[in-house]
């Protein structure tokens, strides 16, 4: 499915300048029609199934419990 800058960047939650930047420097591959650039939303699935990973990852280690140390001992 193609879908222009504007809903691309809705989509990635990035601005058109920043799309429009990566699409020159040939991170995101684009097709040009004459007077906007198409872009393949499934290029995306990849990226942000990995994204979703590392959110969750990092979830998980910010919600463990931080472990008593071996090394402290309570003598007074």
């Known amino acids: 499915m193609y879908i222009i800058i504007k809903e691309a960047s809705d989509y990635l939650s990035l601005s058109e300048a920043v799309i429009t930047r990566l699409i ?15 872009v393949n939303k499934d290029q995306f699935n990849h990226h942000l199934n990995q994204l979703e990973k590392a959110k969750k990852i ?16 309570d003598e007074d």
């Open 58 to 73: 990092f979830e998980e280690w910010r919600n463990e419990p931080i472990p008593d140390s071996v090394d402290v001992k």
């Open 24 to 38: 020159h420097e040939n991170k995101i591959r684009a097709v040009h029609d004459g007077t906007q650039y198409l």
